[in-house]
């Protein structure tokens, strides 16, 4: 049941900063997609970051860990790629996208927590 409400919520992140930002952009029926970006962007984050992150290691040591930010852009443009009604018009919206959408996520969760006390 926690893992559909953080699923919901990350769809809602989604739908909110897909109205705000002018380079992203749901299709179709929004609310639908910005669920299955939701789950789409979970999927990666669990399978293909681990293996970017290891693989990017030296670079974002090097950076003091702002490369993961590129990281965060990279899966959201291939979660682009991935589907058909969502698009990201270029890795500096990306970028921004996910930097606002993890803001987001933890405002969000911060008032579930607060109404479950």
């Known amino acids: 049941m926690n893992l559909i409400l953080k699923l919901l919520l990350t769809a809602l ?14 299709s179709g029926d929004t609310f639908v997609n910005a669920i299955i970006v939701a789950i789409v962007l979970g999927i990666l984050n669990v399978l ?3 293996i970017l992150i290891i693989l990017t290691l030296p670079v974002t040591i090097v950076t003091l860990g702002l490369f993961l930010l590129i990281i965060n852009a990279l899966i959201i443009l291939l979660a682009d790629k991935l589907i058909d009604g969502f698009s990201v018009s270029s890795i500096w919206t990306a970028i921004l996208f996910s930097i606002l959408l993890s803001i987001l996520q933890s405002f969000l969760h911060s008032l579930l927590k607060e109404g479950k006390n």
């Open 48 to 50: 293909v970051k681990p």
């Open 13 to 26: 992140a989604v739908f909110i900063l897909a109205y705000i930002l002018p380079g992203v952009t749901l």
